[in-house]
């Protein structure tokens, strides 16, 4: 399965980039991208795990970036 979602303050392109990497190192994950310029966050991964990477995912990336919201 693969989703985007809005990124709400994501106010920093190293950010983006720190996320993104973080995101493709959980287990489950098939791709990840984080696209600073259009605030958007693509998630993919198998549909039987991809809510729990998504809850892994959105906590990593507000370890990363706390102003950063994702909405879901």
Do not use: R
């Not at 979602?5 to 973080?22: F, N, S």
Request: hydrophobic letters at 40%; one cysteine or more.
């Amino acid at each position: 399965m693969k989703k985007t979602y809005k990124l709400i303050d994501l106010d920093c392109a190293h950010c983006a980039a720190k996320m993104e990497d973080a995101v493709k190192k959980l287990p489950g994950v098939t791709d990840a991208s984080v696209n600073f310029l259009a605030q958007k966050f693509t998630l993919e991964a198998p549909d039987d795990v991809f809510e729990d990477v998504l809850k892994q995912a959105v906590k990593l990336c507000k370890d990363v970036e706390p102003d950063c919201t994702i909405k879901i």
